[in-house]
């Protein structure tokens, strides 16, 4: 598929560089769906698939542009310590789909820039869906991209008529408590929620306006590096539940100009209920009754 001429140089070789891996994994998920009936199950050919293109991102990346550094799901932080450039990346997001057939998952790919010290800003990325062939680009000051089509986030202003994305906390990871309080705060008032299974995609998708919001608490830079840059670029806002860097937090709220913010209200209530309702580390399971849920709680003693 032709791009806009807005393509940089850069960006070209992240394109190439996903496209390559992409192609690879895209016949392993064809294996993994022919896999689902055995004993033994995909998995162990899954994480193999996840290295296999974590590698292949990585030789292609380094050869375009061997002084940038690296930050891989799998693989860690790598190159100079000094780092100006580096390389954000998530071979597979969303791997709990591909292993169950499911074809909603992707390659991620930001970059980021070091201004300062300790100061850095994420300044492109890329996220790639190889099972429907959809490239999500953008890069800062440019735009974002679906394939050769500009993207916005969507237009709505009502909560009432909003479908909102989200991730749902799995074994191992905390913040279920304050997940069950944020939901029963956001799920009376909204037209829908959703919960889909890879955070890029879901950055990406609220970029193109299909979603028209995303929350997510307790994520990795490698799952939203390349999503925060493209929702940005849509027009889209993204914070923290309190406001702050969703990137530096790992926590994601965003929408457009309208909605962020009062989902945003809506996960800062649900988190501070749940944490100041903390006893042996879980929170009540039940949201606070009467009248509306959000903000109709009392301090704990
Ligand atoms: P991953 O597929 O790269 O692991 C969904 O909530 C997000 O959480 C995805 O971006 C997913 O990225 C990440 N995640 C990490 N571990 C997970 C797990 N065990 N189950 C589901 N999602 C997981
Ligand atoms: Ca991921």
Sequence with gaps: MAL???????LSVVVAAVRKAGKRLLRDFGEVEQLQVSV???????????LRAEETLRQELSRARPNFA??????GASGDDDWEHRWVVDPLDGTTNFLHGIPHWAISVGVERRMAPDRTELVAGVVYNPASDELFWAERGMGAFLNDRRLRVSARKELRDAVFATGIPFAGTPG?????????RVMPQVAGVRRFGSAALDLAWTAAGRYDGYWELSLKPWDIAAGLVILREAGGF????????????GSVVCGNQVLQPKLRELVAEGVAYARRHQTRGEARPEAPSGGTPAGSDTPAA
């Excluded at 033994?40 to 996840?50: E, H, N, Q």
């Excluded at 279920?176 to 029963?184: I, M, P, R």
């Design 70 to 75: 690296f930050l891989m799901e799998e693989s």
């Design 40 to 50: 033994k199950g995909p998995s162990d050919f899954v994480s193999s698939a996840d």
């Design 238 to 249: 993204a914070a923290d539940p309190e406001g702050g860097d969703p990137y530096a937090a």
């Design 176 to 184: 279920k408590a304050e997940f069950s309080q944020v939901l029963a």
């Design 4 to 10: 806009s001429p807005r393509l940089s140089p850069q």
